[in-house]
């Protein structure tokens, strides 16, 4: 008979490494909570409560975490972002335009260019410009021999050899010959014409600027004195022209300091305040336009650019305090003020939140009080 040898059960696996983890965390747990309890213990330990007056030993380590602030009257503004365009300004833009008919002899300048004032931007041959030069050269000829004749005439008549009609009729001519010099003078004058021009007139730039157009080339005739052959756009001054909103409009003035940046320009930020407000919505927007004047030394700022011009909204006086003054007791806000020396008392507040460091108070704190600031939480008066 064959024997069969006994089975002998495997041992169970063990047990240890969940175990010892459970009881790891709920001890790391318990450290955390008696740390806890100690550190609130400590805290509580050095601060003495007296019918809700809190003392906090100078000397404690708790008195060195905490900060305190007096309470002061702040001013806020309103920020109020609106779109914006830069524009060149109307008395910096001149549309140059010949005052007589003619033939565009040269061109030396294209859009783009920049100008200086007094430079020649084209150069036309007229022959208008011809009649009122050879104009102005016989009248200063006419009024050169009538004052010749007026002397001679003068002369005689002092020896007694004229008549004084002959001195009168001398002094007419010499009065119409200067009427005839000072029109065509004048004439020369609204010209613009230089010594020794001849038939050929020189367009100048009365500004300083660029020139944004060119309407004409070299060899066209011009007929329409009134047609601009170009125009040059002064940019040393440019505006910032922000639509503001109808419901917007009244709490927008001349005066009010704005911040201006371009998306373009990433980073840039312009500062100004508002010059002028137009008087009339743009029925087709519904918006009001206010002018900013800027300074463009540097010629970065160009017409058509796209701008959001913040008009910031100077608010009456609040109180305000910093969020990290603020405990929750229940339902109310309460902070901790300071009435002595290392001595505080709770104070129920009501506040406005804000979305920034500080909120506003609309009672329970008057300017000059001083709160806590920073580690109230560690102050108890339970």
């Not at 601060?47 to 975490?65: E, Y």
């Amino acid at each position: 008979m064959h024997q069969i040898a006994p089975v002998t059960p495997s041992p169970p696996p063990p047990r240890s490494s969940g175990r010892a983890a459970r009881l790891l965390g709920g001890g790391l747990l318990a450290c955390a909570i008696l740390s806890g309890v100690a550190t609130s213990a400590m805290a509580s330990a050095m601060v003495r409560n007296d019918h809700g007056l809190l003392t906090v030993a100078a000397d404690s380590p708790l008195a060195a975490r905490l900060s305190v602030n007096s309470v002061t009257l702040a001013s806020p503004s309103r920020t109020i972002p609106v779109p914006g365009e830069i524009r060149a300004e109307p008395s910096q833009s001149v549309s140059v335009m010949t005052p007589v008919a003619g033939a565009i002899l040269s061109l030396p300048v294209t859009a783009g260019d920049h100008v200086t004032r007094g430079q020649v931007l084209a150069e036309l041959a007229s022959g208008d410009m011809a009649l009122a030069t050879t104009d102005a050269a016989k009248a200063r000829a006419g009024l050169d021999y009538a004052r010749r004749a007026l002397l001679r005439a003068q002369g005689v008549a002092s020896v007694g050899g004229a008549a004084t009609r002959d001195v009168e009729a001398a002094r007419s001519a010499w009065l119409q010959a200067q009427a005839e010099d000072d029109r065509a003078t004048a004439r020369l004058a609204a010209l613009r014409a230089q010594p020794g021009q001849g038939g050929v007139i020189r367009l100048t730039t009365p500004i300083d600027g660029t020139v944004s157009a060119v309407n004409t080339a070299p060899g066209a005739f011009v007929t329409d004195p009134t047609a601009p052959l170009m125009t040059v756009t002064g940019t040393q001054q440019v505006w910032a022209v922000a639509a503001v909103p109808e419901n917007l409009t009244n709490t927008v003035h001349t005066g009010q300091a704005v911040d201006i940046t371009f998306p373009a320009l990433p980073g840039r930020t312009t500062h100004g305040t508002i010059a002028a407000i137009e008087p009339v919505l743009h029925s087709d927007t519904r918006t009001l336009q206010a002018r900013v004047v800027l300074a463009n030394d540097d010629d970065t700022l160009k017409p058509g650019m796209f701008a959001t011009v913040t008009i910031l909204s100077p608010q009456p006086p609040r109180i305000m305090v910093p969020q990290s003054a603020l405990l929750m007791n229940n339902d109310t806000v309460t902070v901790f003020v300071e009435v002595a020396p290392h001595a505080y008392r709770r104070r129920d507040i009501e506040i406005i939140y804000d979305d920034g460091d500080l909120c506003e108070v609309t009672s329970g704190l008057s300017a000059g009080d001083r709160v806590v600031t920073q580690g109230a939480v560690l102050l108890n008066d339970d």
